[in-house]
């Protein structure tokens, strides 16, 4: 195989990729849909609520991207024991990541509150801080279960059942869109709670799901594994720099939204629309990302470091082409998205005019996002997370102030900065990672 040319082999690493990648993408989007149905069913109670909610997902952004950095430490190691035929040492994994995800929510969630403390301190809208916490508070209550069911997910693709994993997904989306529809705007003589209703109904609907993912998993004797503090503790290792790598990208697309909540609430309405749409489009690169991870990981564990190329560069490849999809989709249909979810001008012209420049940005981040997929599956966690923390720190946030704020280029001009900082990790990383593979290509 190691003399087969690479393109070719890359080739045909696209059908298993795809085959797995497809029912983690589907598992993601529901996760997201989430989001969307809150958007779609929060919008008609006007700009303030639909601004209040944006916030809150730019901050919670920054703990599902750390809890979700932490636990895929957990699907790498099931994935290199699962490639070596190890049934009990995937239990015995799961176990383990079990133990450590309710912690690891719990934190994050703690975190959350006290970040709701420093809003009035950064500028943000007191019209919408005045209505924003007891929704801000259910939301980081959702962290908890949230963490539970990525470890269970992580586990399951590792084990090659994407489906199962990506069916509670839709579970917990097929059970928020009643909860919301009650909990929002009421039945009968009750009025509903209004924002507030929209978190308890992703609470309640994800904790439901976590309850049917932990029955199926007992029925199938994935929990019969013993505790393994030795396995925990080395999970927990591996996912810290994973986490505070996941956060800091999760932290910097947070301050985004911060400085954009500077502008007012049409500037933090307008990137709601557009961040719940986009976030629906770019789940191919995350769930490519994952896939990529797993595939690799698993032709580690089996002793076939030829294929860790070719897996690679076929996923950069079908992300790319989605990618560029994605760019000219929104930039020719962002208009009618934005006034079909919105009915005040304002926001629709400045979400439209967003929709151009976040489009532009697609490509590097779904090349980024895969690459550091591949550097997951080959257990290269520090250089990377020093890579990511660098580049939008010290780089893409300075320039989205200077461009937003210095050069009077306003919100267009904040993600315009952060583009070109997720311009240079894009290129950044895929070399890494055809440097650490070179060996196995001699």
Do not use: C, K
């Amino acid at each position: 195989m190691a003399t087969t040319p690479i393109p070719a082999t890359a080739r045909a690493e696209i059908a298993p990729l795809l085959r797995l990648a497809l029912p983690i993408v589907a598992g993601l989007a529901a996760s997201t849909l989430i989001g969307v149905v809150d958007t779609v069913m929060i919008a008609p109670l006007g700009t303030l609520p639909l601004a209040a909610a944006s916030l809150t997902t730019a901050a919670m952004i920054i703990f599902y991207s750390a809890i979700y950095g932490f636990v895929s430490a957990v699907g790498v190691e099931a994935a290199h024991r699962h490639g070596g035929a190890q049934a009990d040492a995937v239990a015995a994994a799961l176990r383990a990541g079990l133990g450590l995800a309710p912690l690891a929510g719990l934190v994050a969630a703690l975190l959350m509150v006290l970040i709701l403390l420093i809003l009035p301190l950064i500028g943000q809208p007191p019209e919408v801080l005045a209505i924003i916490t007891p929704y801000w508070l259910a939301m980081a209550a959702v962290l908890v279960p949230v963490a539970l069911l990525m470890v269970i997910a992580q586990v399951l693709n590792a084990m090659d059942r994407p489906w199962t994993a990506a069916g509670f997904a839709f579970l917990a989306v097929i059970l928020n869109i009643p909860l919301n529809y009650l909990l929002i705007w009421g039945i009968g003589d009750w009025p509903g709670l209004g924002l507030v209703g929209a978190g308890l109904a992703s609470l309640i609907a994800e904790t439901l799901t976590l309850l049917v993912a932990v029955i199926w998993l007992a029925r199938h004797r994935l929990l019969r594994a013993r505790p393994d503090t030795a396995l925990r503790r080395r999970l927990a290792r591996g996912g810290l720099p994973l986490a505070i790598g996941y956060t800091g990208e999760g932290a910097a697309f947070a301050v985004i939204g911060l400085m954009l909540g500077i502008f007012g609430a049409t500037a933090l309405a307008a990137n709601q629309i557009v961040q719940a749409v986009g976030g629906v489009l770019y789940m191919l690169p995350l769930g490519m990302a994952a896939a990529v991870a797993i595939r690799i990981g698993q032709a580690s564990g089996s002793g076939d470091p030829a294929r860790l190329r070719p897996i690679a560069v076929a996923a950069i490849g079908v992300v790319t082409i989605w990618m560029v999809a994605v760019t000219i989709t929104l930039i020719l249909l962002g208009g009618r998205i934005a006034a079909a979810l919105s009915d005040d001008s304002g926001v629709v012209a400045l979400a439209t005019a967003m929709f151009v420049i976040v489009a532009l940005i697609q490509v590097a981040d779904g090349v980024q996002s895969t690459a550091l997929g591949a550097l997951r599956g080959i257990m290269d966690f520090v250089w990377p997370t020093r890579l990511t923390l660098l580049s939008y720190w010290l780089f893409a946030l300075p320039l989205a102030a200077v461009l937003g704020f210095w050069a009077g280029l306003g919100p267009l001009g904040v993600w315009a900065g952060y583009g070109i900082g997720i311009a240079l990790v894009a290129v950044i990383l895929p070399w890494r990672f055809w440097r650490l593979t070179a060996a196995a290509n001699r």
